[in-house]
């Protein structure tokens, strides 16, 4: 089945501790898209990627890094200069067509304490 | 930046009953996408209307989009407790960008 993999599904971190999260597909899509989302909030963009070794900071990059050397992987790193870090992380993909939908991951709840 | 903004943010109904849930976004759009989270989980997409379409329709969810008044609407017609999530519209934040922005959403309960 293709689809979209994050892990881990839950993830707890000392403060001052730089995190990765993972997210890989196999669905072959060229964009993929890291999201922010605080309880009772909307989603807020990280990240992107169009294609491979090419990313655009979101709306909310400071304190965040990606890297992008596989079509399939896009891994998101928190960093300890990320100020509020406990959150849920969303992963999605889609084709580089603005008529495509987003394909996303079932996320990473991310602590810091 | 917020591009969409749901309304209302949450909503209560019998099942069997209609929902609607309506959202206004702020820039033109090319299209505007509905999604359903279902708690703890990713979301998932429903439907999406193109700039120059008016309505439509996918099993039970009738979407509408009026372009004059950057606003569209979400109906979910002889709602099933299933149907219970959150529900975001989205957009791109204007033309050329790759930036797909959500509202905040509505919580729709639906009670058996």
Known sequence: DGGITQSPKYLFRKEGQNVTLSCEQNLNHD????????????????????????FQKGDIAEGYSVSREKKESFPLTVTSAQKNPTAFYLCASSLRNPNSPLHFGNGTRLTVT | SQQGEEDP????????????????????????????????????????????????????????????????????????????????????????????????????SVIP
Request: proline fraction near 1%.
């Open chain 1, 31 to 54: 964009a993929m898209y890291w999201y922010r989302q605080d309880p009772g909030q909307g989603l807020r963009l990280i990240y992107y990627s169009q294609i491979v070794n090419d």
């Open chain 2, 9 to 108: 943010q949450a909503l209560s109904i019998q099942e069997g009953e209609n929902a609607t849930m309506n959202c206004s976004y702020k820039t033109s759009i090319n299209n505007l996408q509905w999604y359903r989270q279902n708690s703890g989980r990713g979301l998932v997409h429903l439907i999406l209307i193109r700039s120059n379409e008016r309505e439509k329709h996918s099993g039970r969810l009738r979407v509408t989009l009026d372009t004059s008044k950057k606003s569209s609407s979400l109906l979910i017609t002889a709602s099933r407790a299933a149907d219970t999530a959150s529900y975001f519209c989205a957009s791109y934040s204007g033309a050329g960008s790759y930036q797909l922005t959500f509202g905040k959403g509505t919580k729709l």
